[in-house]
């Protein structure tokens, strides 16, 4: 499997996901935003994640060793395991300190400024995160479309401080003055709120493959195939096991027939296997099928 287009997108995404950063934090610590600050400590942490999936997806492509005689497949849910568990973390520290800033009175800071800052900032990251978004479903990565979560939530949380920062200018100054120490703080809070779901979820379905559960849909696929061959060609029975690893997917099906009952050369074998791959649509070149044929049910 070619990932070399996969990479290079990584490696774009490093590039710019480092500049945005560096810009952020530094705004964020003169500025004094929480807000533009973890939005710049998060890409940071993101271009250490990306750098990960990159080095992944080279091994991906290898062709394994005697240690490892299954490839690297496995590496790939183990990333994406330890990269929603790291922005969880973040996220969750965030919501931490926005809340410790809320009970102790806020702080103020230049809205106006802001605002701009992170309209530019947000511009930039909702564009990453289509165009990753978009190269993701066209190359089928799953590095890659964590990668654009990793931009959208970047992009949400500039959006969230426009608006936010948009109100405080505008009521700074007024009546309601006193509470513009607050929304800083506030902002974050509530994004990260409503974004710590997109690392949750990404992180439940990584573990899911590093438990090796077996995908349902595929699970089902199997067993409706298999039950269709043993009812034409007359077989006793089948097991199948089925997992998701990565990109590649894993099954293994045993089939029961009669110890008496010739199967015929190994050319007809072939062909019930090949027969098999062609109605669960899979390709032998970049899945790990294995067709068994046994006369005792113990081998099953």
Known sequence: MDTSREQRLLRLSIGVTF????ACIAVGLLMRSQAIAFD????????????????VSHLVTSEGSRRFQFGYWHLEPLVLVFNAAVLTAICSYGGFAALHDLLTGGHELAFGFGAAFATAMGVVSLVMALYMRRQARALGSVLLQLDAKG??????????VVVGFAMAAIIQGGPFDHWTRFIDSAVLLLLILALLPLPLGSLWHALREVLQLAP?????RVRDVMSAMIRERGYLDFTSY????GRMRFIDIHILVESSRPLGDMGDVDAVRHEIATRL???????????VFTGKREWM
């Open 151 to 160: 931009w959208l939530i970047g992009g949400c949380i500039n959006v969230a």
């Open 40 to 55: 710049g400590f998060y890409s940071l942490v993101d271009v250490v994640l990306t750098a990960g999936s990159l080095v």
């Open 281 to 291: 649509g899979t390709d032998i070149r970049a899945e790990w099928l294995t067709i």
């Open 216 to 220: 349902d849909a595929l699970d089902q």
């Open 242 to 245: 089925v997992a998701k690893i």
């Open 19 to 22: 500049l945005v950063g560096v």
